[in-house]
């Protein structure tokens, strides 16, 4: 899969099947399209393009909006390399980019761009200035410039809707069983390992505080779980806090990992961390010995785990 980021710099004298949207998760829901989307392709010995924006158009469009998306940009784009797609086209969503009419986003981006073949869309999609664009034009377009529409019933867009909401729901109450069974991979937080308070390594559990830029990211519920990383090709199992530390009175939430029977220096390295599974809940503690005497149940608690379930 190629990755091009902006339309301006794809150009291609292959004809394409395309499809357009966010697909954050790339979930079993979207999995099923983009598989629709590959194999049909294929099938025509065309190329399979798969067009999407960053930001996500609400950041742009409705500046006060609150937007959590399960995966940052750079996640999602691994996660559709799985896919077997041909490109995927992320362009820059800007204001002026939203001012595009819909004639000019076929004409000049389908056709004249992409060299369409056929647009596998979603049910009810809108698209171009002020979303003036539908199916009813979609089909007119596809006659005046010869490529085909085909619209995803409204039952799997539902799908993907109910499945999207699920993983979220589930991710807010620390379900983390029912969001990775949605998503049919184990989700993750990336973030590069920055300097802390050091309390950890004070009581026999140093973590990697893990700082992650990309605001928009869904930050799942607060509390300690099971997790696991790939570090220099090598699985490591650990457990993460995620919390404001109120025992030893953190004043903003962080982000925590400690590494079982691992002891080299992380600061600087960006990790992927894989949440297998939600441990408990955040609690406030009397005294660091009683946070000490938790943390050692707590750890316990997760080696039994990765040996009854890993």
Do not use: C, W
């Amino acid at each position: 899969m190629k990755i091009v980021k902006n339309i301006a710099n794809f150009s291609t004298d292959e004809k394409t099947f395309v499809t357009i949207g966010t697909f954050d998760g790339v979930h079993f829901g979207h999995q099923k399209i983009l598989e629709k989307l590959v194999s049909e392709a294929k099938e025509a010995g065309k190329k399979a393009i798969l067009l999407t924006f960053f930001p996500h158009p609400r950041m742009v469009l409705q500046k006060n909006a609150t937007i959590e998306l399960l995966n940052t940009i750079d996640e999602r784009a691994k996660l559709l390399e799985k896919t077997g797609l041909d490109y995927l086209i992320i362009h820059p969503f800007d204001k002026a980019f939203s001012k595009t009419t819909a004639l000019e986003f076929v004409k000049e981006i389908l056709v004249n761009t992409f060299n369409i073949s056929k647009l596998i869309i979603g049910y009810d999609h809108h698209f171009g200035k002020n979303r003036e664009g539908n199916i009813e034009q979609l089909t007119e377009y596809s006659h005046l410039y010869d490529f085909i529409v085909e619209e995803i019933p409204a039952q799997d867009i539902d799908d993907v809707s109910v499945s999207s909401t699920k993983v979220r729901r589930a991710l807010s109450k620390g379900n983390l069983k029912t969001a990775n069974n949605y998503l049919g991979y184990n989700f993750m937080l990336n973030g590069f390992v920055v300097n802390g308070k050091k309390i950890g390594g004070t009581i026999g559990y140093p973590t990697a505080n893990i700082d992650i830029k990309e605001d928009y990211k869904l930050i799942p519920k607060v509390g300690v779980y099971v997790v696991k990383s790939l570090i220099e090709n090598k699985t490591v199992y650990g457990m993460m806090n995620i919390g404001n530390r109120p025992t030893v009175n953190g004043k903003h939430q962080t982000i925590e990992v400690h590494f079982f029977d691992f002891e080299r220096d992380l600061y600087g390295k960006n990790l992927k961390i894989e949440l297998i599974y939600f441990l408990r809940d955040e609690h406030k503690f009397d005294s660091l010995d009683s946070l000490i005497l938790q943390l050692k149940q707590d750890e316990q608690a997760s080696r039994n785990y990765i040996q009854d379930n890993l």
